[in-house]
């Protein structure tokens, strides 16, 4: 340690909120600065020192970001039942598994949940991944009396023809092809693209998003290792409320100056309100840190750092540190004696 006398009014100071590797190409900036100020026969007017307080805290490298909040892109209905369109729900209507998506001769095209779309009529006796599909979401309907399996049973067939009479179509026990739309999940009724009395066949008889809303924002190409696919995000709302969310997507530009688009989802959707927010992403994390203005430290020889401990009576002794985490002007400090409330000099104003 080096010991000083009553605390004075010096610095070479290192500028605020600079990075680690800021921080070291100034250093030596820093040092020719002290050096040339103290040459033999150079005086000049130093500012009024002051102080700071060493803390305990949690210091965040992260970057935060303006987006929109908007509905999840989705692939069109497959639907496959030809016919007249004789009913539509409103646009804006969210669907989910259960819900009639629309209305063909006036017989229902239901939307069920499920990864393999329907290719099939479903009957007693077949087998496979459409037919579990099926009977899972009877299942969640409420619907007993058989096994979510792969086999179409009779007892699937005699809980079709019960969940067929609640829904208004034909009782048959059976599942002809189109009858029936397996998706992701649900989905948000778009634009009408067939008008009602007009004939319809394979597609989807509107457009359509998911019925899930996210927020999607632009960065820089350099921001890109702050949002790996699956990583976390926080959503800022306008009222201050903070949400969790989850790194969907992201698609690189395809110019050299182009930005990066990226989506975030949110499992809470119902505080997910409005039509913008921010999100903030977090490149590390250092919790229950001692940290001080990066503006406190100075720099000794050999390019290492340290701080001006100020004790009674203004006395100073300068205690060499190790540092950790730069962030948000502050930066990690570990050094002798060091504790949360230890004061320190920093530059004046």
């Given at each position: 340690m080096i010991v000083r006398g009553p605390l004075r009014s010096r610095r070479w100071v290192l500028a605020g909120g600079l990075g680690a590797a800021g921080l070291l190409a100034a250093a030596g900036t820093a040092a020719a600065e002290y050096r040339d100020r103290n040459r033999p026969g150079r005086l000049e007017p130093a500012p009024v020192a002051a102080t700071a307080r060493v803390e305990r805290t949690t210091l965040t490298e992260g970057q935060v970001f303006?987006?929109?909040i908007r509905y999840t892109e989705a692939p069109p209905l497959p639907g496959r039942l030809a016919g007249t369109l004789t009913?539509?729900?409103?646009?804006?209507?969210?669907?989910?598994?259960?819900?009639?998506a629309y209305r063909v001769d006036d017989v229902p095209v239901v939307l069920l949940t499920g990864a393999?779309?329907?290719f099939r009529a479903l009957v007693p006796g077949l087998s496979g991944p459409d037919v579990r599909q099926l009977e899972e979401n009877l299942a969640r309907f409420g619907y007993t009396g058989f096994t979510a399996d792969r086999a179409y049973t009779a007892n699937t067939a005699a809980a079709v023809s019960r969940w067929q009479q609640r829904i208004g179509a034909p009782r048959t026990g059976t599942v002809p092809l189109g009858h029936v739309i397996f998706t992701a999940g649900d989905v948000r009724v778009g634009r009408h693209t067939v008008r009602l009395g007009e004939q319809i066949g394979a597609g989807s008889p509107y457009e359509v998003t998911a019925g899930t809303r996210s927020v999607?924002?632009?960065?820089?190409?350099r921001y890109q290792r702050l949002a790996p696919v699956g990583g976390p995000a926080t959503v800022l709302l306008s009222g201050g409320r903070q949400l969790g969310g989850t790194v969907a997507a992201v698609v690189r530009p395809t110019e050299a100056d182009g930005r990066t688009t990226v989506t975030v989802t949110?499992?809470?959707q119902a505080a997910l309100d409005g039509d913008e927010a921010d999100v903030r992403l977090v490149a590390q994390e250092r919790r229950d840190v001692l940290a001080v203005p990066v503006v406190a430290l100075v720099v000794l020889d050999g390019g290492r750092y340290g701080v001006e401990v100020v004790g009674d009576g203004g006395a100073v002794t300068v205690v060499p540190v190790e540092t950790g985490l730069f962030a948000d002007g502050k930066v990690e400090i570990r050094g002798a004696g060091l504790a949360a409330g230890t004061v320190v000099s920093v530059p004046a104003g």
């Open positions: 303006p987006g929109v009913w539509l729900p409103p646009e804006g209507t969210v669907l989910r598994p259960g819900d009639v393999t779309p329907a999607s924002f632009g960065m820089e190409p949110v499992p809470d």
